[in-house]
């Protein structure tokens, strides 16, 4: 499986989007997934925002089985192609209404200061409880403080090293993320169900 691309605008006005064509196959089944994320045109003036088609077929045959339509922020539909029943696979409302914030496990055990659990915590649960302006003044609180700690690298001249990755770009390439480890050790947050 490989991702669709985030587009991040901010002219004419900001916004985000997935763009770009993901296949999923599944060795099991035998069945693939063509999934095309498409945005707007550049002016937002065209096109169909944060919508997403694509089929669900037999890799033997090529024979498509399902359709998929809808838009990934409301609704994915997938039509059966037999018979033409309509299924919702994916309603955004639902998930997102759906979602908890995480939670450290054991605050007594050792985490560290720059665990992304801990760094974000408050601004996932002011989004979680809609209390925009406390997300937005944690938010500023987290990038502030990431502000600083780049200051008192600089005036260290310290080059800030990943701990558990290392990263490397190359004209051809790109970027390319590859861990120094094979296991990252677990961190002792929890999701509650």
């Not at 925002?49 to 077929?57: A, L, Q, W």
């Not at 760094?119 to 997300?135: D, P, R």
């Not at 609180?141 to 558990?164: F, G, N, Y």
């Amino acid at each position: 499986m490989n991702s669709p691309k985030l587009v991040m605008r901010f002219f004419p006005v900001a916004w985000a989007d997935w763009v770009g064509n993901v296949r999923i196959q599944c060795q099991e089944t035998g069945l693939e997934a063509e999934l095309r994320y498409r945005n707007n045109s550049f002016l937002g003036r065209r096109g169909n925002k944060r919508s997403i088609k694509g089929k669900i077929f037999e890799c033997s045959s090529s024979k498509t089985l399902y359709e998929i339509d809808g838009h990934w922020d409301r609704t994915v539909t997938m039509k059966d192609t037999k018979n033409g029943t309509v299924t919702v696979i994916y309603n955004a409302k639902e998930v997102v209404s759906g979602l908890k914030a995480s939670i450290v496990k054991d605050p007594m055990q050792e985490i560290w200061p720059s665990e992304s659990g801990l760094v974000w915590s408050e601004v996932s649960q002011a989004i979680l409880n809609k209390n925009w302006e406390k997300a937005k003044e944690a938010k500023n609180a987290v990038e502030e403080k990431q502000r600083e700690l780049l200051r008192e690298r600089e005036s260290r001249e310290e080059t800030w090293v990943p701990k558990h990755f290392t990263v490397s770009h190359s004209n051809k390439g790109g970027w390319d993320c590859s861990p120094i480890q094979n296991r990252v050790p677990p961190a002792p947050i929890v999701v509650p169900l």
